[in-house]
């Protein structure tokens, strides 16, 4: 048998030749001056032997892919549009303060929260305006405040002011702050700059009406009122006409009137200043003639009350400290308007808060609000029910618990033959007290 050898290296040159031989056979292979054929990839192959049909396959499936790409980016840019960009755009600004959509939303749902009025259906539908006016009276004060009043915040003032708004002593450690922090942001709704922002200008609206009730003057120009406050202008009417007709105020008043103590005061408001008295009528009576009655002053709003009022007198009258809080509130919201009203016509405010935005903000809101608004009343029901049985069981100890007995005072009768003061004989001392047997009227001699 033979054996297999190893080519050498002249073999495998000679193999090798062999096979690009092999590889390159065609038309000219092996001729001198001969060309071999350039070799095709499987790229250019494949593109050259693609009949019509696949073409048009291709084509198709190009045209789709295109079309996709191009609803994806129509979805994108509507999203964009129509969700991601109404967040950041500016609903208030004042000066270079701005409120974006988005923290308007925010305000929205802390003033829904914090406040009855608005959880009604009737209440819902004023809390975007009011939500803005609220935001709008913050930035007024706190970038007008030094300016037009003098009237400032200490970064200590602010900081007694934050933690007392968190419950948190001076002394607390950080740890303490950051955890009553986080708990209030997540009662809130807010960021830590809005809930800061609030802070802020609600101290400075303290610090300004402080300094209202300290220019108060000593005696200002106040109202007498008749007034009958009614549900319906058809009531309010009724009214009118049976004083017209002869009835005395007070009486259609107490059989009318919704006024909690209208069967004392007979519909009668005692003197009070400019802002002291309900909105509905506080121009009127500073304006109205006197003692003629007004015709039927509605409050406005989604559910109005209705109002009868008869000026009695106006006149100078002492202001005391009672009123005062009423005219520094009247001060500062006749301020806010005064300089509100001048920033908008100089241009410093700027407010994008049409109807339909504030439409989807409410719907936004509401919905997102309701299981903390449910979770919230829950808890206020325990809290009230924790407390009711707190008290019952006060009570209920106080009364399982035996009276303190009152020690028993002896009386005695001084023995025979002594006088008051007089030691009694040892026997008269041992003896058993006993109660006098006719009761000694208050005044008289007892002796």
Excluded at 287 to 292: L, N
Excluded at 330 to 342: H, N
Excluded at 370 to 383: I, N, Y
Aim: charged share 20%; net charge positive.
């Amino acid at each position: 048998m033979a054996r297999w050898k190893a080519p050498g290296a002249k073999g495998l040159e000679s193999m090798a030749n062999q096979g690009t031989s092999g590889r390159a056979q065609g038309p000219g292979a092996g001729k001198p001056g001969g060309k071999a054929p350039v070799p095709r990839g499987p790229h250019r192959r494949g593109l050259a032997n693609l009949d019509a049909e696949q073409t048009a396959r291709l084509l198709i499936f190009g045209a789709v892919a295109a079309v996709i790409i191009l609803a994806v980016g129509f979805l994108a840019f509507g999203y964009w549009y129509t969700v991601v960009k109404p967040r950041h755009r500016t609903v208030l600004q004042v000066e270079n303060v701005t409120v974006s959509y988005t923290a308007m939303k925010r305000r929205m749902a802390y003033e829904f929260l914090r406040n009855t009025t608005y959880q009604t259906q009737n209440g819902a539908q004023i809390l975007p305006q009011a939500a803005l006016q609220a935001s709008l009276n913050d930035l007024t004060e706190l970038t007008q405040a030094e300016s037009k009043l003098g009237v400032t915040l200490t970064a200590a003032e602010f900081d007694q002011q934050f933690r007392t708004r968190l419950a948190v002593a001076p002394a607390a450690d950080q740890r303490t702050f950051a955890d009553a922090l986080r708990k209030e942001l997540d009662k809130t709704g807010l960021t830590r700059t809005e809930l800061e922002r609030v802070v802020r200008a609600d101290a400075l609206a303290t610090k300004i009406k402080d300094k209202f009730k300290a220019e108060v003057p000593a005696t200002l120009l106040q109202a007498e009122l008749d007034v009958i406050d009614v549900a319906t202008q058809d009531a309010a009417q009724k009214a009118i006409d049976r004083i017209n007709a002869g009835e005395d105020f007070a009486v259609v008043a107490k059989a009318v009137s919704r006024e909690a103590d209208v069967q004392t005061t007979g519909g009668r408001h005692a003197y009070g200043p400019k802002g002291s008295f309900n909105a509905a009528y506080d121009d009127y009576a500073f304006s109205g003639e006197i003692g003629k009655l007004s015709a039927p002053l509605s409050s406005g709003g989604t559910s109005p009350s209705f109002y009868v009022v008869r000026v009695v007198d106006r006149s100078d009258q002492p202001v005391t400290e009672s009123q005062k809080p009423a005219i520094a509130n009247a001060k500062l919201a006749e301020w806010l308007k005064t300089t509100e009203d001048e920033l908008k016509a100089n241009g410093k405010i700027t407010i994008d808060w049409n109807q339909q935005s504030q439409v989807d903000a409410l719907v936004s809101v509401v919905q997102d609000s309701s299981p903390k608004l449910v979770a919230q009343q829950q808890q206020q029901q325990r809290d009230q029910q924790k407390a009711q049985e707190v008290r019952q069981t006060t009570v209920a100890q106080l009364t399982a618990s035996p009276r303190a007995s009152t020690p028993a005072i002896a009386v005695t009768t001084p023995a025979p033959g002594t006088t008051p003061g007089q030691s009694a004989s040892p026997a008269a001392q041992n003896a058993t007290p006993v109660a006098p047997s006719q009761p000694v009227a208050p005044g008289s001699n007892g002796q």
